[in-house]
């Protein structure tokens, strides 16, 4: 199933959809229904934590690259 | 089995195409948007073949053959509903060149599947007593393996 949000509004199966309403499709029907402009897709969440990971990762490598490196010497900081 | 009205007839509708022409094919396009509001499905559903004769002056008798056929049509007539998904599609595959795929579900559970173009759907306002009603005409098509129905007992 897809998780979907009616774009406008629109009746299936009974029920009337406003726009923002969740929608939940099959595949093929989402797609139908996405052609016709009545639905848009969700951003699943796990879509959302592999966003999250990806940016943790850019930071952590710019951090990593030598150019980024700290200047010489003891920077500990508060534990000097 | 026996006699059914037409009570409880489904017509449903589908962009998708089906991987293979059988039930699996055209049930993994489920579930089928629902054209709502139809208060008639007309036309012939189902393939006829055009009649070829031969009359050999020999033998006085008229040959017969079976030429060219014909996959049939449909002819809806609704009420109009603008916000209805199932006509929205509708409209859709008017603009389009493409076939779509149908599911007629028959009050006894049993299913036909085909596929098919949109060729019209014309709105008719009527006069002040009544429903502003439409029609949709849906040509129904063969592949170049003779395929053109799949049907599904209940």
New interface residues.
């Given amino acids: 199933m897809i998780n979907a949000r009616a774009a406008r509004?629109?009746?299936?199966?009974g029920k009337?959809y406003a726009p923002g309403d969740p929608v939940a499709l099959?595949d093929?029907?989402f797609?139908?229904?996405e052609?016709?402009g009545?639905v848009t897709r969700v951003a699943r969440p796990a879509a959302r934590i592999a966003a999250q990971v990806s940016a943790r990762t850019k930071r952590a490598t710019k951090i990593a690259d030598p150019g980024n490196e700290p200047p010489a010497g003891n920077n500990n900081g508060a534990d000097q | 089995m026996t006699a059914m009205t037409s009570a409880g007839t489904t017509l449903g509708i589908s962009a998708g195409s089906p991987a293979t022409f059988n039930e699996v094919g055209f049930e993994a396009l489920a579930p089928y948007t629902v054209i709502g509001e139809i208060t008639d499905i007309g036309g012939d559903i189902g393939r006829v073949y055009n009649l070829v004769t031969h009359n050999p002056l020999a033998t006085r008798h008229t040959a017969k053959f079976k030429g060219s056929y014909n996959s049939g049509s449909l002819n809806l007539t609704l009420a109009i509903d603008r916000a209805d998904a199932g006509q929205i599609l509708a409209k859709t595959a008017l603009m389009s060149d493409s076939d779509y795929s149908f599911k007629i579900a028959f009050q006894d559970g049993t299913v036909t599947y085909f596929r098919g173009k949109v060729m019209s759907f014309p709105v008719n306002p009527g006069n002040v007593d009544s429903i502003t009603s439409g029609t949709i005409t849906i040509e129904i098509t063969a592949d170049d393996d003779g395929n053109d129905f799949v049907e599904a007992a209940s």
């Fill in positions: 509004p629109f009746r299936l199966a009337t099959g093929q029907q797609r139908d229904l052609g016709a009545l």
